[in-house]
C-alpha cells in the first residue's frame, strides 16, 4: 500500500497552499532603515537544516490537518499511532499489512456502518422529539394570551401593531429567533445582524399560515407542530425529525412579488397593426391596439395556444 484511501485523502491540501495554482503572494521588501511589522516571508527561517526539510515538514503539517479534520467530519474513530505507522510505512514505499484495494474495502464497510448507526440514532432522535413535542405542545396551549389555529399552530402577540398584513404571495422582510423546545437555538438573523427577506410562499407552512396574522410592526411567538414544519425528516444536523418548532418573529415590511413578465415580454405602448400591400388596395385600415388590450390579446392568444395544443381525451 503507497498511500492512504483515496476517499479519505480526496482533497488533502485542495483547500491549502500546496493545493492551489494560484503563487503566493509576497509583500514587498521594506525600504532600508525602515521598520518592519509584517510577518517574516520565510516563517521557517532558521528552524530547519535545509530546504528540503522545511518543504517536507510543511507537507507534513498540513496533511496531517486535513486528515484530521476528514476523520472527524466522518466520525471515524481511529488510533493515531496505527494511523501514522501506516502512514509511515506507505509513505516510504515499505511492506504493508494490507493492500490500497484492501483498504478501500474496509473503510467503505466501516463508512456504511457509520451511516448506519446515524440513522438509527436520528430515528432514536425524532421518536423522541415527537413524544416532546406533543407534551410540548399540549402544556403550551393552556398558557395566557396563548391561541391555537385549526391547523394546530400555536402563536401567541408578543407586541401588537396596526401596520399592514401580508398575503401568501407576498414578500416579507424579518427579525426571528429559533429553538427546539428544550431551548436549543438552530437559527437567529439577530444573531447574524440582518434581517430575512423571502417569499412568504416558500418557507415551511407554520410561517406561510402564522406570518399573515401578523401585522408590520408587530412581534409574534409561533410554537409550530412539525408537521407544519420540517416533519419526519427533520432539517440535519440541528433540527431531529418530528420536531416542535419555537419563532419568535418581528415582521418588519411586506411588499408584493413582482408579477411574472406576460408572454413576449408584455406590452408597454400602444401597438400599430399595419396591413400588407395587397390588404390595403382591398381596403384594409391601419389599426392602433391600445396597450391594455394588446395584453388582454396576449393573455387571449397564450389560454387559446395553451388549448390547442392540450392532449386530445
Same mark, same amino acid.
Given at each position: 500500500?503507497?498511500?492512504?484511501?483515496?476517499?479519505?485523502?480526496?482533497?488533502?491540501?485542495?483547500?491549502?497552499?500546496?493545493?492551489?495554482?494560484?503563487?503566493?503572494?509576497?509583500?514587498?521588501?521594506?525600504?532600508?532603515?525602515?521598520?518592519?511589522?509584517?510577518?517574516?516571508?520565510?516563517?521557517?527561517?532558521?528552524?530547519?537544516?535545509?530546504?528540503?526539510?522545511?518543504?517536507?515538514?510543511?507537507?507534513?503539517?498540513?496533511?496531517?490537518?486535513?486528515?484530521?479534520?476528514?476523520?472527524?467530519?466522518?466520525?471515524?474513530?481511529?488510533?493515531?499511532?496505527?494511523?501514522?505507522?501506516?502512514?509511515?510505512?506507505?509513505?516510504?514505499?515499505?511492506?504493508?499489512?494490507?493492500?490500497?484495494?484492501?483498504?478501500?474495502?474496509?473503510?467503505?464497510?466501516?463508512?456504511?456502518?457509520?451511516?448506519?448507526?446515524?440513522?438509527?440514532?436520528?430515528?432514536?432522535?425524532?421518536?423522541?422529539?415527537?413524544?416532546?413535542?406533543?407534551?410540548?405542545?399540549?402544556?403550551?396551549?393552556?398558557?395566557?394570551?396563548?391561541? @391555537?389555529?385549526? =391547523?394546530?399552530?400555536?402563536?401567541?402577540?408578543? *407586541?401588537? /401593531?396596526?401596520?399592514? &398584513?401580508? $398575503?401568501? +404571495?407576498?414578500?416579507?422582510?424579518?427579525?426571528?429567533?429559533?429553538?427546539?423546545?428544550?431551548?436549543?437555538?438552530?437559527?437567529?438573523?439577530?444573531?447574524?445582524?440582518?434581517?430575512?427577506?423571502?417569499?412568504?410562499?416558500?418557507?415551511?407552512?407554520?410561517?406561510?399560515?402564522?406570518?399573515?396574522?401578523?401585522?408590520?410592526?408587530?412581534?409574534?411567538?409561533?410554537?409550530?407542530?412539525?408537521?407544519?414544519?420540517?416533519?419526519?425528516?427533520?432539517?440535519?444536523?440541528?433540527?431531529?425529525?418530528?420536531?416542535?418548532?419555537?419563532?419568535?418573529?418581528?415582521?418588519?415590511?411586506?411588499?408584493?412579488?413582482?408579477?411574472?413578465?406576460?408572454?413576449?415580454?408584455?406590452?408597454?405602448?400602444?401597438?400599430?397593426?399595419?396591413?400588407?400591400?395587397?390588404?390595403?388596395?382591398?381596403?384594409?385600415?391601419?389599426? @392602433?391596439?391600445? =396597450?391594455?388590450?394588446?395584453?388582454?390579446?396576449? *393573455?387571449? /392568444?397564450?389560454?387559446? &395556444?395553451? $388549448?390547442? +395544443?392540450?392532449?386530445?381525451?
Amino acid at each position: 500500500m503507497k498511500t492512504l484511501p483515496i476517499f479519505l485523502l480526496s482533497g488533502v491540501l485542495a483547500g491549502s497552499a500546496l493545493g492551489q495554482n494560484n503563487a503566493v503572494k509576497v509583500s514587498p521588501a521594506a525600504a532600508p532603515g525602515a521598520a518592519s511589522t509584517n510577518a517574516p516571508a520565510d516563517p521557517g527561517a532558521g528552524k530547519f537544516k535545509n530546504d528540503l526539510e522545511k518543504h517536507s515538514y510543511a507537507m507534513g503539517v498540513l496533511l496531517a490537518g486535513d486528515i484530521k479534520r476528514q476523520l472527524s467530519r466522518g466520525n471515524y474513530e481511529h488510533d493515531a499511532e496505527v494511523v501514522i505507522k501506516a502512514f509511515s510505512e506507505a509513505l516510504r514505499g515499505k511492506p504493508t499489512v494490507i493492500t490500497d484495494g484492501e483498504a478501500n474495502v474496509i473503510l467503505r464497510n466501516y463508512s456504511t456502518e457509520i451511516r448506519k448507526k446515524a440513522e438509527e440514532k436520528r430515528k432514536e432522535d425524532g421518536e423522541k422529539a415527537k413524544v416532546v413535542g406533543e407534551a410540548f405542545l399540549t402544556a403550551n396551549k393552556a398558557k395566557e394570551g396563548v391561541k @391555537v389555529t385549526t =391547523s394546530g399552530l400555536q402563536y401567541k402577540v408578543l *407586541k401588537a /401593531a396596526e401596520g399592514a &398584513k401580508a $398575503k401568501a +404571495e407576498d414578500i416579507v422582510e424579518v427579525h426571528y429567533r429559533g429553538t427546539l423546545v428544550d431551548g436549543t437555538e438552530f437559527d437567529s438573523s439577530y444573531s447574524r445582524g440582518q434581517p430575512a427577506s423571502f417569499g412568504l410562499n416558500r418557507v415551511i407552512k407554520g410561517w406561510t399560515e402564522g406570518l399573515q396574522l401578523m401585522t408590520v410592526g408587530s412581534k409574534y411567538q409561533f410554537v409550530i407542530p412539525s408537521e407544519l414544519a420540517y416533519g419526519q425528516n427533520g432539517s440535519p444536523p440541528k433540527i431531529p425529525p418530528h420536531s416542535t418548532l419555537i419563532f419568535e418573529v418581528d415582521l418588519l415590511s411586506v411588499k408584493p412579488q413582482v408579477a411574472p413578465p406576460l408572454p413576449g415580454g408584455g406590452v408597454t405602448s400602444d401597438i400599430i397593426k399595419v396591413p400588407s400591400a395587397d390588404d390595403l388596395k382591398k381596403g384594409a385600415q391601419i389599426e @392602433v391596439i391600445k =396597450s391594455n388590450d394588446a395584453e388582454r390579446l396576449q *393573455k387571449e /392568444a397564450a389560454e387559446q &395556444k395553451k $388549448k390547442s +395544443e392540450a392532449p386530445k381525451k
